[in-house]
C-alpha cells in the first residue's frame, strides 16, 4: 500500500532526529510530575513536524496535546517520559516518546488522503502517579477511535496484560525519645512498620498467586540513638482486576492497622493516585499491529521470565476501559536486563533501541492505517 510505503520512508527520514530526541530524555531523566525539559521537547519536536499544540494540557503543567488533520478518525497516540527515580529511564520511556512522535509525524502527511486526525497525548506520571488517569477525569482521550503507544521490553510481546494497582503513601507517627537514656518515653514508629511487613508476609500465603503486595520504606528514622517518632513509605498492591483489587485492599489495610495498634502509633495511608485499571486491548487492531510488526522482521516471544513485562501495570489500562486501545511491547535485546534495573535503563541507548524506536514507529503508523482502511469497508449498517 502507497500510504505504507509513504510512512515508513518519514520514520526513515525522521530517524536520526528521533534518536536525538530519545537520547536527550535518557541522558536528563526526570521523575512524575518533574518532566518540565521533556514536555518542552517532545512538543516541539511534534511543532516541527507540522502539529499543532498545547502545552500544560487541561491544567497539568508536563502534559501537552498536539494535533494534526481533520479527518473523521480519531487516532490518539500517547507520548510516556517520565524516569524512575535513582534508576533513570529503566522503563524507557524516552523510547515511548520517540517512538509515538515518529509514528506521529509519518501519519500528519496522509492524515487528510486517510481521513485521520492525529493526535499525540503527552501524559506525565505514568509511574504511580496516574498522569493518564487525571487527564481522563479532566475529559481528556473523550471520543477517540483507537489509542496506541509502545512500550520497551526487553523481547517483543503484543498483547498487554497489565494487573490493576493502587499506589499508598504510609506513614506512622510515633514519639523520638534517647534510645539509652529514656527508651520508655518512646512511641516507635520503626517498629510500626515492622510489624505490618510481618502481617504482609503471612498474608501472602491466603492471597491469589497472581497479588502482589510491595513497597519500600522511605524515611525509617533519623538516627540509631533515636527511637524513630515517624517513618514513611510507599506501597503497591495488585491484582487481576479493579474488582479483585477493591476486595484485596482492606486486609492489605488491617496489616497496616496492626502496627498502629501494637506499637501505638498514628497510621495515615493516602493514595498517591487513583488505582490503575486491567488492560482492554481492541482485537482487531492488535491483530493488525502483529501482523506489521513481523512483516518488518520482528519476532514475537511466548512465555518465558521476560515476556512477562506485559503484566506491568499501567495507567493505559483506564485508558482502554474508555476507548479501543492496544499497548504492545517492543524488544530490545536486553536480556538479562529486565526493566527497572539500571542495566536495562543503560540498554535504552544504543544500535538496538534505535531499531526499536524505527520498528515501533513503524509498526504504529501502518496499524492506523489498517484500522482506518478495515473500518472503510466495513457494510454501512441497514437502515431502520
Avoid at 303 to 316: E, F, K
Avoid at 372 to 379: L, T
Amino acid at each position: 500500500m502507497r500510504a505504507k510505503q509513504a510512512a515508513a520512508a518519514t520514520v526513515a527520514g525522521r530517524h536520526d532526529r528521533l534518536v536525538a530526541l530519545s537520547e536527550r530524555l535518557h541522558a536528563h531523566p526526570e521523575t512524575a510530575w518533574e518532566e518540565h525539559k521533556a514536555a518542552r521537547w517532545v512538543p516541539d519536536a511534534l511543532e516541527e513536524a507540522g502539529f499543532e499544540v498545547r502545552t500544560g494540557y487541561l491544567g497539568l503543567e508536563t502534559a501537552f496535546h498536539a494535533t494534526a488533520g481533520s479527518g473523521p478518525f480519531r487516532l490518539g497516540l500517547c507520548a510516556e517520559y517520565d524516569a524512575l527515580p535513582g534508576l533513570g529511564h529503566a522503563c524507557g520511556h524516552n523510547l515511548i516518546a520517540a517512538a509515538s512522535v515518529g509514528a506521529a509525524a509519518a501519519l500528519a502527511p496522509l492524515a487528510d488522503e486517510l481521513g485521520l486526525t492525529v493526535e499525540v497525548y503527552g501524559t506525565p506520571a505514568e509511574e504511580g502517579g496516574g498522569g493518564k488517569i487525571e487527564l481522563l477525569d479532566r475529559g481528556a482521550f473523550a471520543g477517540l477511535d483507537l489509542a496506541m503507544m509502545a512500550h520497551p521490553a526487553p523481547v517483543d510481546v503484543a498483547e498487554a496484560r497489565p494487573f490493576a494497582v493502587s499506589h499508598s503513601h504510609v506513614s506512622y507517627r510515633g514519639r523520638a525519645a534517647h534510645a539509652a537514656a529514656y527508651p520508655e518515653q518512646g512511641v516507635n514508629a520503626a517498629d510500626a512498620f515492622t510489624i505490618a511487613q510481618v502481617a504482609i508476609g503471612l498474608l501472602r500465603q491466603q492471597l491469589p498467586h497472581t497479588v502482589r503486595v510491595h513497597g519500600v520504606v522511605t524515611r525509617g528514622g533519623e538516627a540509631p540513638n533515636a527511637i524513630p517518632g515517624r517513618t514513611e513509605g510507599r506501597w503497591y498492591v495488585r491484582a487481576e482486576t479493579l474488582a479483585e483489587l477493591a476486595e484485596l485492599e482492606p486486609r492489605v489495610r488491617r496489616c497496616f492497622e496492626a502496627g498502629a495498634l501494637a506499637t501505638g502509633c498514628e497510621l495515615e495511608i493516602v493514595p498517591e493516585s487513583k488505582p490503575y485499571a486491567e488492560f482492554r486491548a481492541d482485537e482487531a487492531a492488535l491483530a493488525a499491529y502483529r501482523r506489521n510488526a513481523v512483516a518488518l522482521g520482528r519476532e514475537f516471544a511466548q512465555g518465558g521470565m521476560a515476556a512477562r513485562m506485559n503484566r506491568a501495570s499501567t495507567d493505559m489500562g483506564n485508558v482502554s476501559q474508555v476507548v479501543p486501545a492496544i499497548h504492545p511491547y517492543i524488544g530490545i535485546g536486553s536480556l538479562p536486563a529486565l526493566n527497572h534495573q539500571p542495566e536495562f535503563a543503560a540498554h535504552c541507548v544504543g544500535a538496538a533501541a534505535e531499531r526499536a524506536i524505527r520498528d515501533a514507529a513503524t509498526a504504529l503508523a501502518w496499524t492506523a492505517i489498517d484500522v482506518v482502511a478495515e473500518r472503510r469497508q466495513r457494510p454501512a449498517p441497514a437502515s431502520p
